[in-house]
């Protein structure tokens, strides 16, 4: 688990096949942003960056978003 900010805790997750990321948001508001930890440091980043504008556009609304593999 890494703390980004006051909002935004990081953790690393056996995810399915697929699924970079996650993000659900926590009843104080904090933000839980789960990374697939079978992947690159690098894919954490881009995934960590897609997360994070779905928080900033308030894409969330009470629902987790995934990011998936683009096939």
């Given amino acids: 688990m890494r703390i980004l900010d006051d909002d935004i805790i990081i953790r690393l997750e056996r995810l ?5 990321g996650v993000v659900l948001e926590s009843p104080d508001g904090c933000y839980n ?6 992947d690159t440091r690098e894919m954490w980043h881009e995934t960590m960056e ?11 609304s009470g629902a ?4 998936k593999v683009e096939e």
């Fill in 16 to 20: 399915p096949d697929r699924v970079r």
């Fill in 33 to 38: 942003v789960y990374l697939n930890k079978d």
């Fill in 50 to 60: 897609h997360e994070k504008r779905h928080i900033k556009n308030g894409d969330l």
């Fill in 64 to 67: 987790s978003t995934l990011y």
